[in-house]
């Protein structure tokens, strides 16, 4: 049995580092739990950045993947599945949108959304070529590729890597008036987390989003929702742009949209928008998959049935209240919607870092971003009384460190 020494070291002798991860490794998973390779567990309240909301291998998705996968795995696009045009219905159906794009990656569909709408931009708003732009937030978090971290304002996510993408200006998030602002006749989208995620589960002033898309609309603009890490439930609604009555241009979707299992995508809008793309014009060889589209539409289906939406509203309400009674002297203040809760600590606290150490070490597993935010994000399955067990140790960790 190997042991977590010696994982660690043979990780950081021949893996790249471009991640710290806890000191904890990992060897099986269920439903909010995980084990470590001694044995230890621990609750997951990362829940892989929302993408295990169904909880980690969960049964119904284990028997798909394997099903799937003595089946038929991949055919490349070159050919069609019998998987695809039902995930393509069934995600229609569900979101309200008249088509879809699969691919892989949450940072592969937002490019693909960057795509789509510099594309309409050129053949249906009528910009002038090359000088389609896009706006995005303070504070955004959309994936790691070159043109999207082109766009990021965390510096080293950009440190390094240019040239860099050019086409896209930034708002203070929240903002409706920027935004306004910042339209000019080149604008194309305005890519917007409804929830700020890596931020540190920044919730924006109420109204702002409702505002945001009146001024799209006024103005001919797309309002692309990157939904990837605030949709499928985690808010306590399908998509965080719901708390808002909006209904989006574009919606980008990724991880719980396969429970964990495997890598899938989408980018689900109109025909007018996603019309845009001819045969040839964009793709990817794993993108729509039959094993991606076997297991999408068996997570969505988990998320449905097991009304992991409802709960997710729920239990949310009881966590941040009974976070909310917990007196510790760390912690500034608690925001969130849903099962998705920011413990924002005072300056004085020195860091989330070390809460998450001592979370880990009392046998939850939390993350911090941005250096004073713990991020709480337990799978949508969590029982009643898991969170209960869970506030005992959140209490004394926030309480007696
Ligand atoms: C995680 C995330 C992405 C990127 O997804 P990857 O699968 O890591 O490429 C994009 N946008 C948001 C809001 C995310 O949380």
């Known amino acids: 049995?190997?042991?977590?020494?010696?994982?660690?070291?043979?990780?950081?002798?021949?893996?790249?580092?471009?991640?710290?991860?806890?000191?904890?490794?990992?060897?099986?998973?269920?439903?909010?739990?995980?084990?470590?390779?001694?044995?230890?567990?621990?609750?997951?309240?990362?829940?892989?950045?929302?993408?295990?909301?169904?909880?980690?291998?969960h049964p119904r998705l284990v028997k798909t993947v394997q099903e799937q996968a003595a089946r038929l795995t991949l055919t490349s696009r070159a050919f069609r599945n019998d998987q695809l045009p039902l995930l393509a219905k069934e995600l229609c159906e569900l979101t309200g949108y008249e088509m879809m794009l699969p691919m892989n990656s949450g940072a592969e569909a937002v490019e693909t959304a960057i795509k789509a709408a510099r594309k309409w931009g050129y053949s249906v708003k009528g910009v002038a070529r090359d000088r389609a732009e896009i706006i995005a937030c303070e504070g955004n978090f959309h994936g790691r590729t070159v043109t999207i971290v082109s766009f990021s304002t965390e510096e080293q996510y950009k440190e390094g890597y240019g040239p860099l993408t050019h086409g896209f200006r930034i708002i203070p998030y929240g903002d409706a008036a920027a935004l306004k602002a910042a339209i000019n006749k080149n604008t194309v989208g305005f890519l917007v987390e409804p929830i700020q995620g890596e931020s540190g589960v920044v919730v924006p002033r109420e109204g702002f989003l409702r505002e945001a898309a009146d001024v799209c609309r006024q103005n001919n603009v797309l309002l692309i929702a990157d939904e990837i890490q605030s949709g499928l439930g985690r808010t306590g609604t399908l998509f965080a742009y719901e708390h808002e009555n909006v209904k989006p241009d574009i919606v980008v979707i990724g991880k719980a949209l396969s429970g964990g299992m495997y890598p899938v995508s989408a980018v689900v809008s109109s025909r007018e928008v996603l019309g845009v793309f001819k045969p040839g014009d964009h793709g990817s060889t794993y993108g729509g998959n039959p094993l991606a589209c076997a297991v999408a539409r068996e997570a969505l289906k988990i998320i449905l049935e097991e009304n992991l939406v409802e709960r997710s509203a729920e239990l949310g309400k009881y966590l941040i209240s009974r976070l909310r009674q917990i007196d510790s002297p760390y912690v500034d203040f608690y925001r969130g919607k849903g099962l998705w809760i920011g413990i924002v600590l005072k300056p004085e606290a020195g860091g989330a870092r070390k809460f998450c150490e001592a979370l880990q070490e009392e046998g939850i597993l939390a993350k911090e971003t941005h250096e004073n935010v713990i991020r709480i994000a337990p799978p949508l399955i969590i029982s009643k009384a898991e969170i209960d067990q869970a506030l005992v140790i959140i209490k004394k960790v926030l309480t007696q460190i």
């Open 1 to 57: 049995m190997i042991t977590t020494k010696k994982c660690i070291e043979l990780e950081d002798r021949y893996g790249a580092r471009n991640y710290k991860p806890l000191d904890v490794v990992l060897t099986r998973g269920s439903g909010i739990w995980v084990e470590d390779v001694e044995g230890k567990k621990y609750m997951d309240f990362l829940a892989a950045y929302s993408a295990v909301n169904q909880g980690h291998c």
